[in-house]
């Protein structure tokens, strides 16, 4: 799959690695890239910096409006990066209902209709979806276990993805990154990577059609882990995530 070429339609575009991603995209050849916001006016700054390439776009992907209304205007998009992602902090019992729901909206039931609703142009024209999802989805955080038990449902339903629209082409890619330096993470006290880094990684990685890609260095601890400390990642996940956040905080004082 290469994104020259491509027309992308990118969630969660306005800040942090959702804007990271339409400039790499951009970059990389790209001909459009419609960038999802809900408030589209706060990409007018960036729209000036990058030029026409750029159209921002009403996207809430909890909107059943939004959804239909952006797969009618931007019809001739043939690549989603599916970005836009809600990570509320707390114990699990400690998380309200209304917020427990409003997490899967945003992480799960928005991404999967808004694919649906493309599903037609992506398939005509070959095209692809890549998911931003989390280390958060595999291991579970002691921190937002909401936010990871959403990417674990995303984290299912893309490789489901993966599997059914591979017949008509369509390349369908997960990035599980690890902690980013954004606005998000900004309370979060370890060695973060940039969005640029996790960008660039995880394009790369769509364009090769990987299934799934770990594109920081924590990232990476954490797939090794997986590998070689399975037994201790299903029975205590928490311990093995304190052990590998130590290990990257000796790494990066080195």
């Known amino acids: 799959m290469q994104i020259t070429g491509r027309t992308v339609l990118v969630t969660g575009a306005n800040r942090g690695l959702g804007l990271a991603l339409a400039e790499a995209l951009l970059a990389r ?3 459009k890239v419609y960038a999802g916001a809900r408030d589209p006016a706060t990409l007018g700054p960036v729209r000036q910096r990058l030029g026409e390439r750029l159209v921002p776009v009403r996207l809430d992907v909890t909107s059943p ?3 239909r209304a952006v797969a009618e205007a931007c019809a001739d998009v043939d690549a989603l990066v599916s970005n836009a992602g809600l990570a509320p902090a707390g114990r699990v019992l400690d998380t309200d209902e209304a ?3 409003e997490t899967f909206e945003v992480n799960v039931f928005g991404p999967l209709e808004l694919v ?4 037609p ?3 005509s024209r070959s095209g692809a979806v890549l998911f931003i ?3 958060a989805g595999l291991v579970v955080s002691r921190s937002s276990p909401v936010y990871g038990a959403s990417k674990a449902a995303q984290r299912m339903l893309a490789m489901a ?3 059914q629209l591979a017949a008509d082409g369509v390349v369908v890619t997960t990035s599980h990154a690890g902690f980013l330096d954004t606005e998000m993470a900004k309370d979060v006290p370890y060695p973060k990577a940039s969005p640029e880094q ?3 990684r995880s394009l790369a990685a769509w364009e090769a059609e990987q299934a799934v890609v770990f594109p920081d260095r924590f990232a990476e601890m954490v797939e090794r882990a997986l590998l070689t400390r399975a037994r201790e990642a299903l029975d205590e996940p928490q311990r093995l995530m304190t052990s590998l956040v130590a290990a990257l905080e000796r790494e990066a004082r080195a």
């Open 116 to 119: 649906r609703a493309l599903a």
């Open 99 to 101: 917020l427990c729901r």
């Open 121 to 123: 142009a992506l398939r």
């Open 133 to 135: 999802n989390s280390l």
């Open 65 to 67: 409006d939004d959804r």
């Open 198 to 200: 996790v960008a660039e």
């Open 161 to 163: 993805l993966r599997e």
């Open 29 to 31: 050849g790209a001909v």
